[in-house]
């Protein structure tokens, strides 16, 4: 079968026509395959849902009881008949729940990777390599230039900021979906084992972690005394990027910006954002980590949606891959 009959880009997302359904798709339709729990793929208002427990969890909580007529749950490497294709999930690496989706009819296999990573990640399942005949991948850092450091010195660099400069609040901007939950559970790998505080878009999700056995330590709320706000000087505030533009990121004593992101590799994004303490922790693959993964893998074709599509394409013409870009439209990367 032809790869293209099987699985193809319209204006709602990925749709194979044999199933009758999409992947993460950005309108409501009767029957969406969702990769991740991440506003940009998991959206309310589709009639039937399937997806891992953790995913249906998580948009629950965002959503409510009613983001769908009914959910389904897929495990982790089994197979679900839906018409006359099958389908399997299989770990992504990305956020806690996250998944690949492989789609199989007539002896043709694509793996939808949604949204992954290759880093080693306290907080979800690893990366599942997929065998496959074509291979469709984000390419939200796919240029050259983004090799993403080690997590470790990033942290480290937050712990040495705390240790220089004890009177000051450390603020650090983390979406509240997966980055939030792993960069507390490194700082607690590196051995900081103080109260991390927190913003209130935080709770539900990190309760949530922690009710799935993610230690997080010991977590408060940032809710802060106006008559003492020196009440967290020296403390890690850790709270959604949105919340530092509004009246709550200044309440706090003299505090230093953070920003964990892969985008602060880019210098002129953390100065425009006034970072002062750019962190380059990233929950999607570097260049080297893309490539890599196309490697390991050995598809014979890769389809490259979302972010840098051209220069992962023409990357993958040169080594002898047959690739093309699907120009996807409705998924963020900047919330990363």
């Known amino acids: 079968m032809k790869p293209e009959t099987l699985l193809y880009p319209t204006p709602k997302g990925l749709y194979c026509e044999k199933g009758g359904f999409y992947i993460d798709p950005v309108q ?25 427990r953790e995913t249906l969890d998580i948009m629950r909580i965002r959503y409510g009881d009613a983001f769908c007529v009914s959910a389904q749950e897929a495990v982790l490497g089994a197979r679900t008949a839906i018409g006359d294709v099958s389908v399997s999930f299989h770990p992504a690496g990305h956020v806690l729940g996250s998944a690949q989706i492989a789609v199989e009819a007539g002896g043709t296999r694509i793996v939808v990777s949604g949204d992954y990573k290759r880093r080693r990640d306290p907080t979800c399942l690893s990366f599942e390599p997929v065998v496959c005949d074509v291979f469709i991948t984000e390419a939200t850092f796919g240029l050259p230039v983004f090799h993403h450091p080690d997590d470790r010195g990033e942290i480290a660099k937050l712990l040495t900021s705390l240790r220089q400069f004890p009177e000051r609040t450390h603020l650090v901007g983390a979406y509240a979906l997966g980055k939030a939950q792993r960069v507390i559970a490194l700082l607690r790998e590196a051995g900081y084992d103080e109260p991390i505080f927190i913003h ?137």
């Open 28 to 52: 409501p339709v009767e029957r969406a395959l969702v990769t991740h729990g991440h506003a940009d793929h998991a959206r309310a208002g589709h009639t039937h849902v399937l997806a891992t």
């Open 200 to 336: 209130g878009a935080l709770t539900k999700l990190c309760d949530y972690y922690e009710s799935e056995g993610i230690d997080l330590g010991d977590i408060r709320p940032a809710t802060l005394d106006t008559k003492d706000k020196q009440s967290f000087a020296g403390a890690v505030v850790i709270g959604p990027p949105s919340a530092f533009a509004d009246k709550w990121a200044r309440r706090f004593p003299d505090p230093v910006s953070i920003f964990a992101s892969g985008w602060m590799l880019v210098r002129q994004r953390a100065k425009q954002r006034g970072v002062e303490l750019p962190m380059i922790i990233s929950d999607h693959c570097d260049w080297p980590e893309l490539t890599g993964t196309i490697g390991e893998i050995g598809p014979g074709e890769v389809w490259v949606t979302h972010g840098r599509e051209e220069a992962l394409v023409r990357w993958c013409e040169l080594q002898g891959i047959a690739a093309r870009p699907l120009h996807l439209v409705g998924y963020d990367d900047e919330g990363e």
